[in-house]
């Protein structure tokens, strides 16, 4: 699969980014910010010792900024979630989204500023998410920071969603390239040897939806957005929340593409599978408008729990391939998570299990992290600035690039994974 298409989400996920395509969404002529970005330099003509980046996220429902230095300090950060508008109406809605980011994006920003100490002065470059992500949410955070880095003369730092995720472990662990990286989150899960900043080789990735999506989809079917317990959480922390008093053996789902010897993953037919075992017990316990089945809890640990493994058996055959392959040398054995849905303590708990199993060690950004936040931009913006990658004075032709697929090398070495005992 092209790498074109592994970053293209349905009809609202911007795909790529070109001069037209941003003139659109910005409805801006792009020759004015051409002009002015190719005069400035890294530092704006200012001699800065210690490189600091604003870091600016609007990819999906959560607006988040961050000022971060080149130590990992983060000097200050601002995040305004949206998840409490998105559950009372049953999903995001991204005219919505576009909505929520307009009207929090300078406020965030300029509480991550202050709150870091430093003016926009001693800010070496803008980073912002520019792909892949919803086409109007992305469109709020890159027309502010353009408009950002032309008032203060800036050079801008475009960055990949998904890369950012998997470099974040990087500010918080001493993990060096390469590394091999699980990302598991609302709208992507992918597999990939991270060999050096914007240097990834893809081994896998879902075919239809991904696994947060599917425990939001459940989690909307048992209609936990209104369950006591589970008041205003994403609907991986309600199903993770109720799964630890339920019962993981009460129910049995198929494991997805256990056929397959690749490390391609698949969340809609077990999420089908799901929602039609929650149908059938509401009919078997006749259940009026506003109840709750009595079998959640055992209906999330199941769900947990086949998601789960369908997940580590997947990046157990990813370990396999790159011990046989050599990708990763001997010694620097490290499996790094990350995502939202790498946030829930069931989901690390079993991937613990596979590590030690496998002489891997692994290693995860702390929950907040995880999720949605400007930490991460900021951050892969450091990366690249250290790198020297991807620094635009120039946005016709910016892009945000990521790496090479080998999902068909995978699939052709065709390895048998071991059965591994996960029930934890
Ligand atoms: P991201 O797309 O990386 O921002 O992650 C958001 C996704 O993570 C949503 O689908 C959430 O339901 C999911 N999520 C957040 N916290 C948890 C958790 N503790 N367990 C499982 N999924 C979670
Ligand atoms: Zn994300």
Same mark, same amino acid.
């Given at each position: 699969?092209?790498?074109?298409?592994?970053?293209?989400?349905?009809?609202?996920?911007?795909?790529?980014?070109?001069?037209?395509?941003?003139?659109?969404?910005?409805?801006?002529?792009?020759?004015?910010?051409?002009?002015?970005?190719?005069?400035?330099?890294?530092?704006?003509?200012?001699? *800065?010792?210690?490189?600091?980046?604003?870091?600016?996220?609007?990819?999906?429902?959560?607006?988040?900024?961050?000022?971060? =230095?080149?130590?990992?300090? @983060?000097?200050?950060?601002?995040?305004?979630?949206?998840?409490?508008?998105?559950?009372?109406?049953?999903?995001?809605?991204? /005219?919505?989204?576009?909505?929520?980011?307009?009207?929090?994006?300078?406020?965030?920003?300029? &509480?991550?500023?202050?709150?870091?100490?430093?003016?926009?002065?001693?800010?070496?470059?803008?980073?912002?998410?520019?792909?892949?992500?919803?086409?109007?949410?992305?469109?709020?955070?890159?027309?502010?920071?353009?408009?950002?880095?032309?008032?203060?003369?800036? /050079?801008?730092?475009?960055? &990949?969603?998904?890369?950012? &995720?998997?470099?974040?472990?990087?500010?918080?662990?001493?993990?060096?390239? /390469?590394?091999?990286?699980?990302?598991?989150?609302?709208?992507?899960?992918?597999?990939?040897?991270?060999?050096?900043?914007?240097?990834?080789?893809?081994?896998?990735?879902?075919?239809?939806?991904?696994?947060?999506?599917?425990?939001?989809?459940?989690?909307?079917?048992?209609?936990?957005?209104?369950? /006591?317990?589970?008041?205003?959480?994403?609907?991986?922390?309600?199903?993770?929340?109720?799964?630890?008093?339920?019962?993981?053996?009460?129910?049995?789902?198929?494991?997805?593409?256990?056929?397959?010897?690749?490390?391609?993953?698949?969340?809609?037919? !077990?999420?089908?599978?799901?929602?039609?075992?929650?149908?059938?017990?509401?009919?078997?316990?006749? !259940?009026?408008?506003?109840?709750?089945?009595?079998?959640?809890?055992?209906?999330?640990?199941?769900?947990?729990?086949?998601?789960?493994?369908?997940?580590?058996?997947?990046?157990?055959?990813?370990?396999?391939?790159?011990?046989?392959?050599?990708? *990763?040398? %001997?010694?620097?054995?490290?499996?790094?998570?990350?995502?939202? $849905?790498?946030?829930?303590?069931? $989901?690390?708990?079993?991937?613990? !299990?596979?590590?030690?199993?496998?002489?891997?060690?692994?290693?995860?950004?702390? %929950?907040? !992290?995880?999720? =949605?936040?400007?930490?991460?931009?900021?951050?892969?913006? @450091?990366?690249?600035?250290?790198?020297?990658?991807?620094?635009?004075?120039?946005?016709?032709?910016?892009?945000? %690039?990521?790496?090479?697929?080998?999902?068909?090398?995978?699939?052709?070495?065709?390895?048998?994974? %071991?059965?591994?005992?996960?029930?934890?």
């Amino acid at each position: 699969m092209a790498l074109a298409q592994f970053l293209f989400r349905g009809p609202y996920f911007l795909k790529s980014l070109t001069a037209t395509s941003l003139g659109r969404m910005l409805k801006t002529p792009i020759c004015s910010w051409n002009n002015y970005l190719r005069k400035v330099s890294v530092h704006g003509g200012k001699s *800065i010792s210690t490189k600091i980046v604003l870091g600016i996220e609007t990819s999906c429902d959560d607006t988040g900024a961050a000022v971060v =230095d080149e130590t990992g300090s @983060i000097l200050g950060e601002a995040l305004h979630s949206q998840t409490d508008v998105h559950l009372k109406t049953g999903g995001i809605i991204p /005219p919505v989204a576009q909505q929520l980011h307009q009207e929090n994006i300078a406020r965030i920003v300029q &509480h991550a500023v202050s709150a870091s100490g430093v003016s926009m002065e001693d800010i070496s470059a803008v980073a912002t998410t520019v792909m892949p992500g919803l086409a109007l949410s992305l469109g709020i955070g890159l027309k502010y920071s353009l408009e950002l880095v032309k008032k203060h003369r800036k /050079p801008f730092i475009p960055i &990949h969603h998904m890369e950012a &995720h998997a470099l974040t472990v990087r500010l918080t662990n001493l993990v060096t390239f /390469p590394f091999l990286v699980l990302l598991l989150s609302g709208g992507h899960c992918i597999l990939a040897v991270a060999q050096g900043v914007s240097d990834f080789l893809l081994l896998g990735q879902t075919k239809d939806i991904a696994p947060g999506d599917m425990l939001d989809k459940v989690a909307r079917s048992l209609s936990l957005h209104n369950h /006591p317990e589970c008041s205003g959480m994403t609907g991986g922390r309600a199903i993770e929340t109720l799964a630890q008093q339920g019962n993981i053996l009460r129910y049995k789902f198929t494991i997805p593409m256990q056929r397959y010897r690749d490390c391609t993953f698949s969340f809609a037919g !077990l999420r089908s599978e799901i929602t039609r075992k929650i149908s059938k017990e509401e009919k078997e316990e006749g !259940l009026q408008e506003g109840q709750h089945l009595s079998c959640i809890p055992d209906l999330a640990a199941a769900s947990l729990y086949t998601m789960t493994v369908h997940i580590a058996e997947r990046t157990h055959r990813a370990i396999l391939f790159c011990k046989e392959k050599g990708i *990763i040398p %001997p010694g620097k054995e490290t499996l790094v998570v990350s995502g939202g $849905v790498a946030s829930n303590q069931y $989901v690390r708990r079993s991937l613990q !299990l596979l590590a030690d199993a496998t002489n891997f060690t692994l290693v995860c950004p702390p %929950p907040r !992290l995880c999720t =949605d936040n400007g930490v991460m931009i900021a951050w892969n913006g @450091i990366e690249k600035l250290s790198a020297g990658l991807d620094i635009f004075y120039n946005v016709e032709h910016f892009r945000a %690039p990521l790496g090479t697929d080998i999902s068909e090398q995978v699939k052709e070495a065709f390895i048998k994974v %071991p059965a591994l005992n996960l029930a934890v």
